[in-house]
Nanobody, 124 residues
Framework: HVQLVESGGGSVQAGGSLRLSCAAS????????MAWFRQAPGKEREGVAG???????RYADSVKGRSTISKDNAKRTLYLQIDSLKPEDTAMYYC???????????????????WGQGTQVTVS
């Protein structure tokens, strides 16, 4: 079983930056499809950035050009850097993981069996 723990959220002013972390533990797999999602109150969970097991990255249009997803395999940690934060970025951010390849399903929540508890990002 894979455990995912997010951290790095907080309250920031518009225009600021945050780096979110997702530490994986337990039975981790060598090849994973991993992604960041977010959910604002009253809205559906949406994909923000995805990282396939072969290194391919995918970004939602809402964060493209101002965010970077990366992974440190030695630390078993997934990161999401978001710059030029906007109030509409306010949401709970979750990381998700699935063994194997993303097979194109980067931003389909039902595709991922493993989720963290989330970290809140508030932009004012």
């Amino acid at each position: 079983h894979v455990q995912l723990v997010e951290s790095g959220g907080g309250s920031v002013q518009a225009g600021g930056s945050l780096r979110l972390s997702c530490a994986a533990s337990g039975r981790t797999y060598g090849r994973n499809c991993m992604a960041w999602f977010r959910q604002a109150p009253g809205k559906e969970r949406e994909g923000v950035a995805g990282l396939d097991s072969d290194g391919v990255k995918r970004y939602a249009d809402s964060v493209k050009g101002r965010s970077t997803i990366s992974k440190d395999n030695a630390k078993r940690t997934l990161y999401l850097q978001i710059d030029s934060l906007k109030p509409e970025d306010t949401a709970m951010y979750y990381c998700a993981a699935r063994p194997g390849n993303c097979v194109g399903y980067f931003f389909s929540p039902i595709f991922y069996p493993h989720w963290g508890q989330g970290t809140q990002v508030t932009v004012s």
